[in-house]
């Protein structure tokens, strides 16, 4: 009796042994393909963006190479192409009329729209613009606030993802990349450049519907800036929601 339930015992640590050895690779893949989409609302100072009102979004590809898996993790080579990107800027939109006291009085009319660093903050109001030995000048002005599209593309060809309990259908995730993003037009201000480098890292949680495809939720903190290749380096800094679904093989 005390043998078969010896046997028994050493049977189902026999089988239980055997399951948790093939579980590691349940959910594990060499190869990893994504499309992910990310969003953006608002920039704020979080690192070193000085920059603020920014808005981000864009879709993307994504390729992670599994490198080494251990205690219930893995660690991957991740890359990343974003070839449509948007970046909203907030406009500063100005309309001047100045009153020169004369006979008979004459006005001029201007308008001037500006990307400010900060956000923009509408306003009205009236000045006197005095002038040595010239009348003095009355002026008015009414600030409004709009926003200023950009299209661009990005690539990160540096990067990372740490996977968590990879044995489980729910797994935590860390990653980050380095890159570039190019727009058609200097951001986050005019004097900027067209050409920023950007880096990102953020947390997600990935659930698997099957052992092959996954979706996932994340944030992650990114950073844009052109590191003083021109006049100005404001930079931003975002926190991105984003959606991937992912495929693996």
């Known amino acids: 009796m005390r043998r078969t339930a010896c046997g028994v015992v050493v049977c189902c640590f026999s089988f239980a042994g055997s399951v948790i050895a093939q579980q590691p690779d349940a959910y594990a893949h060499n190869n990893t393909f994504t499309v ?22 864009d879709l993307g590809f994504a390729y992670t190479r599994r ?16 070839p449509v990107m948007f970046e909203s800027d907030p406009l500063q939109m100005g309309q001047f009329s100045y009153s020169v006291p004369t006979v008979p009085p004459q006005i001029y009319n201007d308008t001037e729209n500006v ?9 009205s109001g009236t000045n006197m613009l005095p002038s040595p030995g010239e009348p003095t000048i009355m002026e008015t ?9 950009t299209f661009g593309e990005g690539f990160s060809p540096f990067g990372f993802k740490y996977s968590t309990r990879t044995r489980h259908k729910v797994q935590p995730y860390l990653l980050g990349t380095l890159g570039y993003m190019y727009t058609s037009r200097p951001v986050p201000v005019a004097n900027a450049e067209s050409l920023n480098f950007l880096i990102d890292v953020g947390v997600g949680i990935e659930v698997f519907r099957s052992k092959t495809r996954s979706i996932a939720l994340e944030c992650r903190v990114h ?5 003083y290749t021109a006049e100005a380096n404001p930079g931003a800094d975002n926190v ?10």
């Open 115 to 123: 990307v400010p660093v900060g956000p923009c903050v509408p306003s």
């Open 223 to 227: 950073h844009f800036s052109n590191r």
């Open 67 to 82: 490198v080494v898996g251990f205690w219930g993790s893995e660690l991957g080579y991740h890359i990343e192409l974003r």
């Open 141 to 149: 002005y009414n600030i409004k606030c709009g926003r200023q599209w």
């Open 36 to 57: 992910f989409a990310e969003y953006s609302n608002t920039s704020s100072h979080i690192v070193a963006g000085e920059a603020r009102q920014r808005k981000l979004a």
């Open 240 to 249: 991105m929601y984003g959606v991937a679904y992912s495929f693996g093989r």
